[in-house]
């Protein structure tokens, strides 16, 4: 069994392509390190790593197996949504935003009450490091706005051809569907073939999310990695949530 690799500001993560678990009583976790250092994270998610971990404890990084990802034409846009969403695209006081408020969108996933969870992995360091990464233009935001206030939204990360989900949040039922159904459809619009939900839940199945072995995703991420970059694209507001009428 190899050592779970303790990670300084200098050091390179495993790659979980080709290596196996260091540790196969913590299945899926890669590395570890005091915290998250300049570029760390970048170069994680490259790789198909992510941090999850608590106040309490130093930065822990996955690569779960199996994967939980969203193919964006099989998001599950029921009726009722489509009722909704019909009425968001006819009201002049609802919007859909991106980018315009990365901050609030993380900190609201960060404070929000969620059901059977107790407090949030979204601890001040990851809100400062995917702040970061938003500044450099790999993360994005995508806000449910209705009569100027956020109502919903979500936040996710992209490199090359490739989109990371990371948090969702609601004020309003509905409202963080409403964001995944506007990413998704403009995933379809652009080429975007998976959404990377991380890990499995009840509620990202609900929405047409499945796993898929590690190693399959991974092989993914590599190709779509090195498409062409989309970053240019991430300008679509509520026309985009056309697509499911």
Known sequence: MTKIAWLGPHDSFPNPLFQADPDLSVPGLIAVSERIYPDQLSCAYQLGIFPWYSDNQPVL????????????????????????????????????????????????CATSARKDQDGTWITHEIMNAYTALHEQGNAHSISVVENGKIIGGLYCVSFGGMVFGESMFSQKTNASKIALAALSAWCQKIGVSIIDCQQETAHLRSLGAAPIPRQEFLEHLQILINQTNIEQSWTFDKEILHHWL
Do not use: T
Not at 83 to 98: A, E, F, G, N, T
């Open 61 to 108: 990084w996955w690569s779960p197996d199996p994967r939980m990802i969203l193919k964006p034409q099989e998001f599950k846009c029921s009726k009722s949504l489509r009722k909704i969403i019909r009425h968001i695209c006819q009201d002049v006081h609802s919007q859909i935003l991106v980018d315009a408020n990365f901050e609030s969108v993380i900190r609201s």
